[in-house]
């Protein structure tokens, strides 16, 4: 489907026929986390489950807060495709690759840093802790694999493929899944399995992708990759200036979700354990609810990049219709079969009568979050970077109080109703600063 054969006003079904392919891929990210899940929570012990939720969490935090390598490239990538600037799009993806390599360096080099700083935080048993370094000294060597990923998912979403952007998601999740799965039961690696299979799926998908990509740019663009001229000053300023937003915006953003877990660690490790339960469902919405924003990020990109402000509001309107109709829909079928699929992620009596108490909020939050997750894709497309860092900043930092104020008196209720308000409060902080995308026009 090439974008440039679009009517100027974007209906609902060619949004929908656009995310069709990343709600696929979106929806295996979170199936990873929830097979996962599954298990270490069949293994008979809660420790596990403890370990593998801090452990990810970390690593998920680590790893996202360089989400910018995928965000800052489909910002740049779709305004520079709407110009019809392919060399500028290449450009962009090699000097996105140079960062990642260094960031990635830099994360290895500091992973005795992240151990020390997990045992400090978090209060665990020591063999819990024992399971929490196996699980990151493996972990952490398939970062270089994962943030080359970021950037070329964000490529193909730049250019609307988004087809093959989905494909390269869902052949790093069903090689994780099968990779994990196989190293768990057949082999009893438990902890050390979950994350070695994330290790193997990594590279393995990387290689496969690195080939298919340098090829479709020789054949798409008429152009063979080369890494020279790329130290454009203006150029890397900008890029700069858009990753470092970015990076801080989701900085905060991982932070809040690991400080559900650290929140959620002072209560027990049966709570600790539930609320990764828990959460997995609030992922799996988000994911799905993500590829409106996904597949629209580059379309906004696209409309600023031929200053079609028509299309961009129409954009806007029909994406964010049809993100909170899909969120109900996702709310009604959790609703449905909850206790079902409670029952198949653990085997542990406790963990399930502590998640039947908290049901509730997987059902709210969807909906609630629907806004947020959207608007955020709106302000990437358009590369206002500035304004999704500091909403971010500031409904986190609300989100911190709120959220000890609660805890402390209404226990883990209290921590899920201020996850549900920081949802809120992204939203409404994004609604504040969307005129100046506008300007724009």
Known sequence: ?????????????????????????????????????????????????????????????????????????????????????????????????????????????????????????????????????????????????????????????????????????????????????????????????????????????????????YNFIIKKFKIIPRFEKLIVQSKILKLLNINLDIFIRTLFLTFSFLWVTYQGSKLGEDYLAVNTILMQFIILAAFFLDAYAFSTEGIIGYSIGRRNKTSFLQVVKNSIQLSLFTALIISVLYLIFFKEIINVITDIEILRFISYQHFIWIIIIPPVASFCYQLDGIFIGASQTKEIRNAMIISVIIFLFASVYLTNYFDNHGLWFSLMFFMILRALTLRFYFNKILRKF
């Open 1 to 213: 489907m090439k974008l440039a054969n679009y009517s100027t006003r974007f209906s609902k079904k060619q949004i929908i026929l656009l995310s069709i392919p990343v709600f696929f891929s979106n929806l295996a990210i979170p199936l990873v986390g929830i097979v996962d899940t599954g298990l270490m929570g069949n293994l008979g012990e809660t420790k596990y489950l403890a370990a593998t939720s801090i452990a990810t969490s970390v690593m998920t935090m680590v790893v996202w807060s360089f989400g910018f390598l995928r965000m800052g490239t489909v910002g740049v990538v779709s305004q520079a495709y709407g110009k019809g600037d392919y060399r500028e799009i290449v450009k962009t993806l090699l000097r996105n690759f140079i960062i990642g390599m260094i960031v990635a360096l830099v994360i290895i080099i500091l992973t005795p840093l992240i151990n020390f700083s997990i045992h400090h935080f978090f209060n665990t048993s020591l063999e819990t802790q024992k399971l929490i370094n196996t699980y990151v000294n493996v972990r952490v060597f398939s970062v270089p694999a994962e943030l080359i990923i970021y950037i070329l998912v964000g490529f193909y979403l730049g250019i609307q493929k988004t087809n093959i952007s989905s494909l390269l998601i869902i052949t790093l999740s069903v090689f994780n899944i099968v990779f994990s799965s196989v190293l768990v039961l057949s082999y009893n690696l438990n902890v050390f399995g979950v994350a070695l299979g994330t290790l193997i799926a990594s590279y393995i998908t990387l290689i496969i992708f690195t080939f298919i990509s």
